[in-house]
């Protein structure tokens, strides 16, 4: 099946148009004729998509500029004209991290589906090469199922990696044997898993109304699959929550560990100060350019010396245990 992939080479928009045959559409455009259904796959960044989706495709106007706008948050609006479904996937390209999420407009009629990408959607790709396998999508509702349920798939093993690598920093703060933990290192990890839970809770959200929306519910099969994955999605968005705490306590624990040491450091400079004090006052005293300093005319006179302040500091270090300060 001819098909484009990067929504800014694609003549008029369309990436790809076929019927339910997975068969190319000679115009995309072009009102249904006969029964059957289509799958309508269209750039966002083109501006024949958006006129012809606001002006003549029929779609209620409030969801046709939905589909169409610059930023959408990922909801669910059943309509009785079809169903509109907003959704976001991760972001496998090489060159970006997962969190920069992607976003799919989706928009549901009995005999069609439109899908609305401003970047390449790698999900709705595979799903439409299922056409030439032995089990390629049977109507347009199965096609959105399929979409959310390999849009969720692809979620599960990024957020388990991201678990991994808190994991890895929480055990390198508890266990003493291994490297101690940066907040810089904690942070970007941090940061995803926010990035992550902002998009996905509003898509479970999305994903409640979907499973009990009225296209799915002349289908058990299609309708059960969307329950399962909307169960998986709440376990993502659940280890996404856990993932957040976490994150914060390791991060508590890194900031105590660092004020420990900052404390200890300060108790072990505040102890020698203590020491060192009498000996300052003593040196000082005796390095008075003054007559009268005992010892000046003895040979003996360093040696007593030192022996007087090491005798001093011990006695300094035993007042100090002796009042518990060490």
């Given at each position: 099946m001819p098909m484009l992939t990067d929504p800014q080479l694609a003549p008029k928009g369309v990436l790809f148009a076929v019927d339910g045959g997975g068969h190319e559409l000679d115009d995309a455009y072009a009102p249904s004729v006969g029964g059957g259904w289509r799958w309508l796959h269209l750039a966002q960044t083109s501006s024949d998509v958006r006129r012809w989706v606001v002006e003549e495709s029929g779609i209620p106007i409030a969801e046709a500029k939905a589909l169409v706008a610059d930023h959408a948050r990922p909801r669910c609006v059943q309509t009785e004209q079809g169903l509109m479904f907003i959704g976001r996937g991760v972001n496998l390209d090489p060159t970006s991290v997962p969190e920069d999420m992607k976003s799919i407009r989706v928009w549901l009629e009995p005999s069609r589906i439109i899908t609305v990408v401003k970047r390449r959607m790698r999900s709705a790709e595979a799903i439409a090469l299922r056409f030439s396998t032995d089990h390629p999508p049977k109507s347009a509702s199965e096609v959105l199922v399929q979409l959310f349920s390999q849009m969720t798939e692809l979620l599960a093993p990024v957020v388990q990696e991201l678990g991994e690598q808190i994991d890895e920093i929480r055990d390198s703060v508890i266990d003493d044997d291994l490297?101690?933990?940066?907040?810089?290192?904690?942070?970007?990890?941090?940061?995803?898993?926010?990035?992550?839970?902002?998009?996905?809770?509003?898509?479970?959200?999305?994903?409640?109304?979907?499973?009990?929306?009225?296209?799915?519910?002349?289908?058990?099969?299609?309708?059960?699959?969307?329950q399962v994955t909307r169960d998986q999605l709440a376990r993502i968005v659940e280890e996404l929550a856990a993932i957040e705490s976490r994150a914060a306590v390791t991060r508590d624990e890194i900031v105590s560990q660092r004020a420990d040491q900052l404390n200890q450091r300060v108790y072990v400079l505040t102890v020698l100060a203590g020491v060192c004090l009498p000996l300052s006052v003593l040196t000082g005293m005796l390095g008075m350019n003054v007559g009268g300093i005992p010892l000046a005319a003895s040979t003996s006179g360093f040696l007593i010396t030192t022996l007087s302040m090491l005798t001093l500091s011990a006695v300094t270090l035993g007042v100090l245990r002796m009042i518990k300060w060490i």
């Open positions: 490297p101690t933990a940066d907040i810089s290192t904690l942070s970007p990890l941090r940061l995803r898993a926010m990035g992550l839970h902002r998009y996905l809770t509003p898509l479970y959200d999305a994903a409640l109304t979907l499973s009990s929306s009225k296209q799915l519910t002349e289908s058990k099969a299609a309708r059960a699959e969307v």
